[in-house]
């Protein structure tokens, strides 16, 4: 099973910074199946990024995808006050996994 | 707008068997994957399984031993079941639509998730 450690457990940022959040993976991953998701309070899960580097239908180009093999990145550019959340990196390989979860707060 | 529905007793007694259905409206199930995740309070997401509406199933290898999920193209659902239950089963757990093709095109709708909890 492919274990994925996401870093830092909390980022504690302002408004209008840039966040950069890591999901490191015990083996490659084929950037194919490397998705992101946001996740709010009380509410469900929200596709981001798919194939490491796509935006989902809807999804704000302030948020961006990138990596390759073993490490990859999502980064907003400049944080909104609806990002504050926690965010979800995935692994779609023989055995499915989630990461443990960024906690962007705001500071 | 494709919509999901969980439905199930929020309540079950350790070692007995859990059972969610899911509703898919404004959508067929067919021609996509569908799959179960849950995440126990306070804790992160994990992954159960997944059935192709062809009724091919994937599962995941720590709860393969306890899981099977279903589905019924013609009351467009599909549904989970979770044998010998104990408090660590205890979660939300979700439904959600499964997009794949060349690459995985991940969980793109997520039904708005159960309550489940396993007590005597």
């Known amino acids: 099973e492919i274990v994925l450690t996401q870093s830092p457990g909390t980022l504690s940022l302002s408004p209008g910074e840039r966040g950069t959040l890591a999901c490191r993976a015990s083996q490659s991953v084929s950037s194919s199946y490397l998705v992101w998701y946001q996740q709010k309070p009380g509410q469900s899960p929200r596709l981001l990024i798919y194939?490491?580097?796509n935006r989902a239908a809807g999804i704000p180009d302030r948020f961006s995808g990138s990596g390759s093999g073993t490490d990859f990145t999502l980064t907003i550019s400049r944080l909104e006050p609806e990002d504050f959340a926690v965010y979800y990196c995935?692994?779609?390989?023989?055995?499915?996994?989630f990461g443990g979860g960024t906690k962007v707060e705001i500071k | 707008q494709v919509l999901l529905q969980e439905s199930g007793p929020g309540l079950v007694k350790p070692s007995e068997t859990l059972s969610l259905t899911c509703t898919v409206s404004g959508g067929f199930v067919m021609s996509y994957y569908w799959s179960w995740i849950r995440q126990p309070p306070g804790k992160g997401l994990e992954w159960i399984g997944n059935?192709?509406?062809?009724?091919?199933?994937i599962y995941s290898p720590s709860l393969k031993s306890r899981v099977s999920i279903f589905v019924d193209t013609a009351k467009n659902q599909f549904s989970l079941k979770l044998t010998s239950v104990t408090a660590a089963d205890t979660a939300v757990y979700y439904c959600a639509r499964e997009r794949m093709g060349r690459g995985y095109y991940g969980l793109d709708v997520w039904g708005q998730g159960a309550t489940v909890t396993v007590s005597s």
């Open positions: 059935i192709y509406y062809s009724g091919s199933t």
């Open positions: 194939g490491a580097s």
């Open positions: 995935q692994q779609y390989g023989s055995s499915p996994t």
